[in-house]
């Protein structure tokens, strides 16, 4: 499976180094990797003057990557003869990876597909009927169906200073870092109770409403906007970073630095299983919460029988060691590649930043990596760094670490 994403990667530099003069593969790669990993983190500056071929090119990269290459080899390689049940368990998100939406995988895999198109398909409509160009709208649903954050504009979607293009877009992020799964159930039966039932989808919705409340709040105490205004950017650049898209309406960067850390610690935890978002996703968040509540209540009840429950389903424990053990490798890439890109010359904000965006798949980070600049001022060495670090987090860390253990190679 690595050998896919890198190998697609690889080919997907091509065009990129064909159309840009004078572009070296080292950024080629990083480009093509950011969109094939819906990062969105771009080395390229002067985005409104590429060709327009180039800029669908890289927004294709964003949406085919969105619900995963591996998904889309399961729907097309059984009909070769090629079974592919391994594959969509090590690619679907999140650690319930055994429920399938139909008895074979190969029609799980397209209904999921057909669900995306379709969301993809209305996202570019209602984005054409807000007065966008159909390069604009297209490239913009892919974008922010996928998560990606990819952009036609250096000024991303502040280039269109709207309301109700911010509102469109926002909309689908949220959707898009929905369980697709749930969009499924949800079209299936002709019924929204399938939302309703996603413990999930309602504590992401909870953590997001309270934030931009909140954030919204701080910036108008700190005179930065009036309220309304506040509520304005940070309502879409919040949910664009804590989804892991990465547009940007406004440069957040100039915020009191608590907003944009905030909007970047959400990154790591919002997006739902099953979603095109990365991170470590809202199901473990909640499986860690629990456990954390059962392990105060053992310390006060050691007799008592406190199984962990996630919208009323009742989880193994091997899950939840799982989860730990992801949670600590998850940790500990991002102190290790921090301390890396430190090392290499970076200040630790912008190297924090970037690496958060990146693991996480969300696009910009903070200071030399801000939303008004990009990854071009980083070195070669770096920006293999942050490459490493969007596969690590693409990947979910368990597949890429794995390749390191000297137990794997023996087997």
Not at 96 to 102: E, G, P, Q
Request: net charge neutral; glycine share 8%; with cysteine.
């Amino acid at each position: 499976m690595l050998l896919l994403w890198t190998g697609f990667a690889a080919v997907g530099t091509v065009p990129l180094m064909l159309a840009i003069p004078g572009l070296s593969f080292t950024d080629a790669y990083f480009e093509a990797i950011s969109g094939l990993t819906t990062t969105g983190a771009t080395v390229l500056s002067g985005l409104d003057t590429l060709p327009a071929s180039i800029n669908f090119w890289r927004h294709f990269l964003n949406w085919v990557g969105g619900m995963g290459i591996i998904v889309l080899a399961v729907a097309v390689l059984p009909l070769l003869g090629v079974g592919g049940m391994q594959l969509y368990k090590a690619e679907t998100p999140g650690p319930i990876k055994d429920s399938k939406l139909t008895p074979r995988i190969t029609e799980t895999a397209k209904n999921l597909w057909l669900i995306y198109a379709a969301l993809t398909l209305l996202c570019t409509l209602a984005l054409k009927a807000a007065g966008l160009s159909w390069l604009d709208a297209v490239c913009h649903a892919f974008a922010a169906l996928s998560l990606g954050g990819f952009s036609t504009h250096d000024a991303s979607v502040g280039f269109f200073d709207s309301l109700r293009v911010e509102m469109i877009l926002s909309g689908f992020m949220l959707l898009a870092a929905m369980n697709f799964a749930t969009h499924f159930l949800a079209w299936r039966g002709k019924s929204l109770l399938a939302y309703v039932r996603d413990a999930e989808a309602k504590a992401m919705l909870l953590l997001l409403f309270i934030s931009i409340l909140g954030c919204a709040l701080y910036l108008s105490w700190h005179n930065v906007y009036p309220f309304f205004t506040a509520l304005r950017h940070v309502s879409f650049n919040l949910i664009s970073i804590a989804t892991d898209s990465g547009f940007a309406s406004v440069d957040y960067d100039q915020w009191p630095i608590f907003v944009p850390l905030w909007m970047l610690f959400l990154s790591c935890i919002t997006a739902c299983s099953g979603s095109t978002g990365g991170g470590i996703k809202m199901i473990r968040t909640l499986l860690l919460a629990r456990q954390a509540s059962r392990e105060m209540i053992s310390l006060l009840h050691p007799s008592a029988v406190q199984p962990v429950r996630v919208g009323g389903a009742i989880i193994p424990n091997s899950v939840i060691f799982s989860v730990l053990g992801f949670i600590f490798l998850y940790f500990m890439s991002i102190v290790t590649l921090t301390f890396v890109q430190v090392a290499a010359g970076m200040d630790f904000i912008s190297a924090f930043t970037a690496i958060i965006a990146c693991i996480n798949n969300a696009g910009p980070g903070l200071y030399q990596v801000g939303p008004a600049e990009n990854y071009s001022s980083l070195s070669n060495f770096q920006v293999w760094v942050c490459s490493f670090a969007m596969l690590l987090g693409r990947l979910e860390v368990f597949t890429l670490l794995i390749l390191f253990t000297p137990a794997f190679w023996r087997k």
